[in-house]
């Protein structure tokens, strides 16, 4: 393949990726896009710049220089874009590697290496392959807050993109050690642009799905799961050991009409974390609807489902609310129900609710165990012969 369509190529790679990035930006308010569009706009210039240069259309210093420092500014608005798309962050400090960029310009201007054609593709592309590791570290720590798979492509990409780079240099420094010759490495390195473009794309709406799916999932007020996501996450087959606390806020009713809305909201949020924070990530949780909350257990006795019912109460009663010159301080009652063998979730939980009933009739703030109805006496063989 011939120079002029490699550096086409190049070109193209840019241009598509600064589409996606402005289309992308256009839709979503992911940080991060806008630079990674105005850095392939650069490096496609630089390209632009390169080819022309190469035809004779341009005079060599002017070509050599803007094309190294343009494309050199374009890589780091690349690493600032990636940076700030990975975390989710925009910081001052970031501007640092665009500060580098233009720092290595100068320095390259003054001493005329650019016109160096060795000199000059060695250092850019040893640019490039720093600003491209540090775009994949970025990546690869994001990961551990949001372990989406389109994370795992992009920094594939970028990793391979910044290999190929290093191969570059070194072909172009010691031609007898490289593995690959440098328009091979420089090749498969336009293939790694067009595979970072479409990676952060799928990153992207990968998370907007994400979003999506939480929303879907999350009771906005609380921030708990909803109902349909507690029930959807009970196991289909229960076992010994199970078992479900129905919980729910005494006299609510009266703290909205009495205090209002607000402090309704609240209440139910104080309550929510409360109980979040007592099921510590090991239990299944959900707010059902309105001033009614869920938990379900796996491995509990009768006196271990009670007293977590009764712990969970207690925390709900050392809560309080200041409005105006008044307090308010909740109360819950719940009730709690143990699995047995002919019950499933649904019948399991309705125990639970009719506990939930009796704790209510008994006075509120209260915990009462569900209790199976005591079966009615058998009547004698000879009474009902009688009868």
């Known amino acids: ?5 490699v550096l086409l190529l190049h070109k193209s790679s840019f241009i598509v990726g600064a589409l996606c990035f402005f ?16 850095g392939d706009c650069l490096l496609a210039f630089a390209s632009t710049l390169a080819g022309m240069g190469e035809q004779g259309s341009l005079p ?5 220089f803007g094309s190294f420092s343009v494309g050199v500014t374009g890589y780091a608005l690349m690493a600032v874009g990636i940076i700030r798309l990975s975390g989710r962050r925009r910081k001052l400090s970031d501007w640092l590697l665009v500060a580098a960029a233009l720092a290595l310009s100068a320095v390259v201007g003054v001493t005329h290496w650019y016109l160096d054609n060795q000199m000059r593709a060695a250092i850019f592309n040893a640019n490039s392959s720093v600003f491209l590791a540090l775009s994949s570290a970025a990546i690869l720590v994001g990961f551990l807050r949001d372990r989406l798979p389109g994370r795992i492509g ?8 910044m290999t190929f780079s290093a191969l570059v240099v070194l072909g172009v420094v010691f031609p007898e050690y490289g593995p690959i010759a440098p328009r091979n490495a420089f090749f498969m390195l336009i293939i790694c642009h067009f595979s970072v473009a479409l990676f952060v794309v799928v990153l992207v709406q990968e998370r907007a799905e994400a979003k999506l799916s939480r929303l879907a999932n999350t009771d906005a007020l609380t921030g708990i799961p909803n109902r349909q996501n507690f029930l959807a996450s009970l196991p289909h087959q229960l076992k010994h050991g199970d078992g479900f606390i129905m919980i729910d806020i005494d006299h609510f009713k009266s703290v909205n009409d009495r205090h209002g809305h607000e402090i309704g909201d609240a209440v139910l949020v104080g309550v929510a974390q409360t109980i979040a924070a007592a099921a510590g990530g090991k239990l299944l949780l959900g707010r059902l609807g309105g001033e009614e909350f869920a938990l379900f257990l796996r491995d509990q006795t009768e006196e271990t489902l009670f007293a977590t019912a ?3 109460r ?15 301080r909740p109360t819950a009652s719940a009730g709690v129900a143990l699995w047995s063998d002919e019950c499933d979730a649904t019948r399991l939980r309705d125990r639970a609710d009719q506990a939930l009933y009796r704790a209510k009739r008994g006075g509120r703030d209260r915990v009462e165990m569900y209790a199976a109805p005591a079966a009615a006496p058998l009547q004698s ?3 009902i012969a009688a009868f």
Do not use: N
């Not at 393949?1 to 369509?5: F, G, H, Q, R």
């Not at 060599?60 to 050599?64: A, K, V």
């Not at 992009?154 to 993109?161: E, G, K």
């Not at 207690?314 to 308010?328: C, E, G, P, Q």
């Open 1 to 5: 393949m011939d120079l002029a369509t």
């Open 23 to 38: 289309y992308m930006r256009w839709r979503s308010r992911e940080p991060g896009l806008d630079l990674l569009a105005v």
């Open 60 to 64: 060599r210093e002017i070509w050599t």
């Open 154 to 161: 992009l920094a594939a990409s970028l990793m391979a993109a």
């Open 310 to 312: 009764d712990d969970v």
């Open 314 to 328: 207690r925390r709900i009663k050392a809560l309080s609310f200041v409005v105006d010159a008044a307090t308010v």
């Open 381 to 383: 063989v000879a009474a």
